[in-house]
């Protein structure tokens, strides 16, 4: 009898485990089966906001390997639109809903969780009129599309990384738009004095923002679609409400399952992405992630992490070499916003005194390549260390090049390098490219020595 592997989810740590294990096993002996809720395999999910301004021509762009290459090529059964309701980890079965919505049963030798995260959409009334959007898949992309045309003014509830992303491509389409923030920045990942370079490109570029503004109801106006934003500071008209107000792991089905769960309801895993039950794994959107700065288990859902974590996962799975540890993260994220690069990576300094840390931050506002160039321009640092071990706990930067130097500051961090350390670093030094003593070693180079 074939040896069984059922992943619930065909998107990045689930097909990234899928093909380890087709590399890896002998599909006489083995069968694996993936259980996708949506119509779409293994596409770009942060490639999204760029079909609306044009950098990506279609949404076919974003799919990296079709349903059929899936069935075709590489021998999985790969199902769509079959959503799974429950698990049985004893008898090690799994419940699904088909497209024909029969309900059926599959049992497995192991069985990865990949299912994802979902949407956040506050409950409030009118969060369901016509008009209201959410970004997370293809058809929601191209749901906002077919729509866009006959819209002028356009409310983003959010100012996240998709939230900061869309406002981009929106302006870019000619559009009006207006964000709603609960809280006071921009990007609330970042350091509030951090933020503050994005909402000066937010005002240059025509983004109305609102802060520490809650909505409370949407309002259709005659045609039946949302027409009008009422929060607690007034009310104002709109054509299209897009909510990105973040994602939550897709783990509903777990709810009468022994799988231990994080607060948030992603699901724990070791080292080597086991949950706490026998022959079951998980990885991705839905899963934890360990922090190797942070020293504990964490919740940051990347595209980076779920290939990663499925890879490793698959691997593991096959069971055809020593079993792998995933190594963690140090929280690395980049966005950009206009004429800006957003990037970040380890703690900011909020994170840092809520874990209790002894902590010291330096800034400075240099230039990404040589001060006398007449093209340079803006690059704002900032640096989190530990106040007596110089240690580096995080590092923040806005502008042009910001890519360039979180990079190397994430490799610090994966390394447990020193402020000192980074000083000493012999990085790429031509005019054209960087000053003599490239930012983050300015920045460095100005904290505070105890």
């Known amino acids: 009898m074939k040896k069984q592997y059922v992943i619930i989810g065909g998107d990045a740590a689930g097909m990234s485990a899928a093909m380890e294990i087709v590399r890896a096993r002998d599909p006489v002996e083995t069968a694996i089966v993936t259980l996708e809720k ?42 769509i639109h079959t959503e799974v309701t429950s698990i ?64 002028k003014h356009i409310t983003i ?60 109801a949407l309002h259709a106006g005659d045609n039946g679609r949302v027409h009008r934003v009422e929060t607690d500071r007034g009310t104002f008209d709109t054509d299209l409400v897009l909510f990105a107000t ?19 309801g992603a699901v724990c895993v070791n080292d080597y992405l086991e949950t706490t039950v026998c022959d079951v794994y998980a990885a991705g959107d ?11 288990h964490d919740y940051m859902p990347l595209g980076t992490h779920a ?29 950009r916003f206009f004429n800006l690069t957003a990037a970040m990576t380890g703690l900011t300094e909020q994170a840092a005194r809520d874990l209790n840390l002894d902590i010291e931050t330096v800034t400075y506002d240099g230039t990404h390549i040589a001060g006398y160039f007449e093209n340079k321009m803006p690059l704002h640092v900032k640096l989190v260390y530990d106040r007596k071990s110089d240690q ?13 130097r979180i990079d190397v500051a994430a490799t610090a961090l994966y390394q447990e390098l020193t402020c000192r350390d980074l000083e000493d670093l012999d990085l790429s030094y031509a005019p054209p490219y960087n000053g003599v003593w490239d930012p983050l070693q300015q920045a460095a180079r100005r904290r505070k020595r105890y």
């Open 38 to 79: 949506g119509g779409i395999y293994s596409y770009a999910q942060c490639g999204l906001p760029y079909v609306i301004e044009g950098a990506v021509r279609s949404t076919k762009q974003l799919i990296a390997r079709d349903v059929s290459t899936f069935r075709e090529k590489h021998g999985i059964d790969a199902r």
């Open 286 to 296: 839905c899963a934890t992630q360990y922090h190797r700065v942070k020293k504990q």
């Open 157 to 216: 509830v959010g100012t996240g990384y998709i939230g900061l992303e869309m406002a981009e491509a929106l302006i870019a389409e000619g559009k009006q738009v207006h964000m709603v923030a609960r809280s006071h920045q921009l990007a609330s990942t970042f350091d509030a004095d951090m933020a503050t370079h994005l909402m000066e490109e937010a005002t240059a570029q025509g983004v109305n923002v609102l802060f520490q503004t809650n909505v409370s």
């Open 88 to 151: 049985d980890c004893e008898n090690k079965t799994v419940t699904f809903v088909t497209e024909k919505q029969t309900e059926e049963t599959i049992a497995y030798d192991k069985l990865l969780i990949a299912s994802g995260a979902k949407p956040f959409i506050p409950h409030l009334p009118g969060n369901d009129l016509p008009g209201v959007h959410t970004l997370k898949t293809i058809p929601d992309l191209e749901a906002i599309q077919t729509e866009l045309a006959g819209t």
């Open 392 to 404: 580096l706990y995080g590092a923040q930067a806005i502008g042009a090049g910001a890519d360039k």
């Open 307 to 335: 290939n990663k974590q499925g890879r490793i996962a698959g691997m593991n799975m096959s069971e055809t070499e020593p079993p792998r540890k995933y190594p963690g993260m140090v929280g690395t994220a980049v966005f």
């Open 246 to 264: 973040g994602i939550a792991p897709n783990t509903e089905f777990l709810n009468d399952c022994p799988i231990e769960q994080h607060e948030n």
